[in-house]
């Protein structure tokens, strides 16, 4: 197939319904799909299925010593993921949710190996795009949200920026035009008894230990 012909335009701001059903779809059956989060351009896969994993992984070019982050639309797919949603991590959804940061958690049993990387951790943030979310909430389940791009090469903005090898490698390409970019979501672990900032983004660190620091006082 031609790559002209895998890309389908869709509004980002109020996404049609039947290009949505289209795109989840394709993931529930396996496949890999290029869609727009809220600063970048990401690689969407069924977040249970260890194949569609592993071709993210492959389309990427990406070690599999590094987790996959995933994204969910409520606390209950979320709880169907994960051990616990501990205080620490409920207040940080509610103050900066959706978007802006991603959670790491303490992953269950239900998810795949080459997801969490055998670290029993997962990466989990709640989609800030209207399409990323209408995307999840049509597949019923958690999608990856790793960005669509070559291991060790930036992400990119606009589909005119999406390298040709993933382009010829996904099965599907949502282009909802040019994204804002940006310092993409903070990344924070709270699976101990103190948060640590994995990677500081859009949101501060002291941003976020001045939300955590409310819930003390």
């Known amino acids: 197939m031609r790559i002209s012909d895998k890309i389908i335009k869709i509004d980002p701001d109020k996404p049609e319904p039947d290009l949505i059903k289209e795109a989840a779809s394709i993931i ?3 496949g890999v799909v290029v869609f727009p989060t809220r600063c ?5 896969a069924d977040a249970f299925n260890d194949m569609a994993i592993e071709r993210v992984f492959e389309i990427k070019g990406r070690t599999e010593k590094k987790p996959l982050l995933v994204l969910a639309d409520s606390h209950l797919m979320i709880s169907c993921i994960v051990k616990d949603i501990p205080p620490m991590a409920q207040q940080i959804m509610k103050s900066f949710w959706p978007g802006v940061v991603t959670v790491i958690l303490e992953a269950n049993n239900s998810l795949p190996v080459n997801l969490t990387a055998e670290t029993g951790k997962i990466g989990i943030r709640k989609p800030g795009h209207p399409v990323a979310m209408a995307l999840v909430k049509t597949v019923g389940a958690p ?6 791009n070559l291991s060790g090469f930036p992400g990119c903005f606009s589909i005119a920026d999406l390298d040709p090898k993933i382009a010829e490698e996904v099965d599907l390409i949502i282009d909802a035009g040019t994204l804002k970019g940006g310092a993409g979501s903070t990344v924070v672990d709270v699976t101990g008894e103190h948060p640590v900032i994995i990677r500081e983004g859009e949101v501060s660190e002291n941003e976020i230990l001045a939300v955590l620091n409310l819930m003390h006082s």
Do not use: E, K, P, Q
């Open 28 to 30: 529930r059956s396996g």
């Open 143 to 148: 999608i990856t949200g790793t960005s669509a």
């Open 40 to 44: 970048l351009y990401g690689l969407a």
